[in-house]
């Protein structure tokens, strides 16, 4: 089963794909998280997308689908040729190329999407769950200021980790970028997935457990 979470800058894709993972053994596919791994481990691709990942602005639909189309076939080489566990796409696809590019990168594999599950979520308490949102540097659980902290202070609940990072990216400035992005270029792929009956709405704002266990219905179907 593969399936696309989609929705703006902190509707939880990646909170709700983490948690996919942990309860279905899917894998989590985040360009996002791929493209920070570049730019930290300093390879070619991350000097090429620091910039723009700083102003928040999209890097290249060539970057990204030739990311995911490696990550797939190594997918399919630890599954020995078999289709493997599933994937959540979280981040990706982000414009309607990339979402072609997707069709033919699943095609070539002989696999195909199953769900397109939208988040929808208040765009007015995004930024406010943006800007407060921290991960352990770790294990890499998510927290936020207001509306998750650990149980001790500046102790991870899960490794018992220190240290916490956030994302350079997760300023007001950048967000607005970011939400403009999504409402030009993101939002527009939808109707696609809709003609194809694939694209179901999952309230983003409900509680994380309460999202998780909707969009497992949408997967139960
Ligand atoms: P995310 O973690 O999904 O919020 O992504 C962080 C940043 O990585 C974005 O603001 C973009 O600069 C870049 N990025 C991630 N995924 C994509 C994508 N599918 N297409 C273009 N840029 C992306």
Not at 33 to 40: E, H, N, V
Not at 59 to 86: Q, Y
Not at 203 to 212: K, L, N, R, S
């Amino acid at each position: 089963m593969n399936i696309i979470l989609l929705g703006p800058p902190g509707a939880g894709k990646g909170t709700q794909a983490s948690r996919l993972v942990a309860e279905r053994g899917m894998v989590q596919l985040s360009t996002g998280d791929m493209l920070r791994a570049a730019k930290d481990a300093g390879t070619p691709v991350g000097l090429q997308v620091r910039d723009i990942m700083a102003r928040g602005e999209l890097v290249s639909d060539a970057i990204v689908s030739a990311l995911i189309g490696e990550r797939l076939d190594s997918l399919k080489e630890e599954a020995g040729g078999d289709t493997g566990p599933g994937v959540i796409f979280d981040g990706f696809p982000r414009t309607a190329a990339q979402a072609e590019a997707l069709d033919l990168l699943l095609a070539e594999r002989g696999q195909q999407l199953d769900h397109v599950v939208e988040l929808t979520v208040d765009e007015a308490a995004l930024t406010e769950r943006i800007v407060g949102r921290y991960t352990c540097a770790k294990c890499g659980e998510g927290y936020h200021d207001r509306f998750k902290q650990p149980a001790e202070a500046g102790v991870c609940d899960v490794c018992g980790s220190t240290e916490f990072k956030r994302r350079p990216d997760d300023t007001a400035e950048t967000i607005a970028t970011r939400m403009a992005i999504y409402r030009g270029e993101t939002a527009p792929i939808l109707p696609f997935y809709d003609a194809r009956g694939l694209v179901a709405q999952v309230d983003g704002m409900a509680e994380i457990g309460q999202v998780t266990q909707a969009i497992e219905s949408i997967l139960d179907r």
